[in-house]
Nanobody
Framework: QLQLVESGGGLVQPGGSLTLSCAASGFTLDGVAVGWFRQAPGTERERVSCVSSSGSVTKYADSVKGRFTISRDNAKNAVYLQMNSLKPEDTAIYYC??????????????WGQGTQVTVSS
C-alpha cells in the first residue's frame, strides 16, 4: 500500500499553466528529496526538477528553468510542480520519484505511475 501518485495533468494551450501534484500514501516524504521527471515519445527521460528534503534547495533543467517551480508541503506529504508558459515540447508523461538527494548521481527509490501533460492548440 505504498504509493506515489501524480495528478493534475491534462490538455492545455501553449502559454497556459498547469500544476501537478505528487502525493505519497503509506509512507512519508520527510527526509527525502523528490524529483519530477518527464518522458515524451522518442526522447530520453529527463529530470525536470528536484526539491531537497527541507524544500530549501531546488534544481531545474535548463529546458524549464524560469517557467516551472517545484515546491513541497511535508505536512500534506506532497510535492508540486507549477508549470507556466507551457510549450508544445513540454508534452510528456510526468513522473515524480523519491531521491536520496538532488545532486546527481543519486539513487531513485520509488516512482509514481505518471500523469499525461499535453500542450496543444
Amino acid at each position: 500500500q505504498l504509493q506515489l501518485v501524480e495528478s493534475g495533468g491534462g490538455l492545455v494551450q501553449p502559454g497556459g499553466s498547469l500544476t501537478l501534484s505528487c502525493a505519497a500514501s503509506g509512507f512519508t516524504l520527510d527526509g527525502v528529496a523528490v524529483g519530477w521527471f518527464r518522458q515524451a515519445p522518442g526522447t530520453e527521460r529527463e529530470r525536470v526538477s528536484c526539491v531537497s528534503s527541507s524544500g530549501s534547495v531546488t534544481k531545474y533543467a535548463d529546458s524549464v528553468k524560469g517557467r516551472f517551480t517545484i515546491s513541497r508541503d511535508n505536512a500534506k506529504n506532497a510535492v508540486y510542480l507549477q508549470m507556466n508558459s507551457l510549450k508544445p515540447e513540454d508534452t510528456a508523461i510526468y513522473y515524480c520519484a523519491t531521491l536520496s538527494h538532488c545532486r546527481p548521481p543519486t539513487d531513485i527509490h520509488s516512482w509514481g505511475q505518471g500523469t499525461q501533460v499535453t500542450v496543444s492548440s
